[in-house]
């Protein structure tokens, strides 16, 4: 198989190992297993506050912070519209 290619048996895989999930923190799945999300957190939050440091003027909202999520909720129920009929 061509790797890159995408195809529906590539698919778990692609999910666990390479998609990087906005739920997890922008980490794969395999990187938060085994614990190595807090070290891609800490890089993060280094490369962020150097950033920070030398160009304080682009950020006006403030630095975020990367941490590990407790509590994750993949696909959570929405809240129903009090205005619906």
């Known amino acids: ?3 890159g290619k995408w195809t529906p048996q590539r698919a778990p895989s692609f999910m666990a190992t390479e998609h990087r999930h906005s739920a997890i923190g922008y980490v ?3 990187q938060r ?3 190595e999300d807090l070290e891609i957190y800490e ?3 280094r490369a962020m506050a150097t950033a ?4 304080p ?7 975020r912070h ?3 999520k407790d509590v994750i909720v993949l696909n959570p129920k ?3 519209s009090s205005s619906a009929v």
């Open 28 to 30: 794969t799945p395999a």
């Open 57 to 63: 003027e682009r950020w006006v909202n403030g630095v």
């Open 1 to 3: 198989m061509a790797q």
């Open 33 to 35: 297993g085994p614990g």
């Open 66 to 68: 990367w941490k590990r």
């Open 52 to 55: 920070h440091s030398e160009h």
């Open 43 to 45: 890089r993060r939050n």
């Open 78 to 80: 929405k809240e129903q």
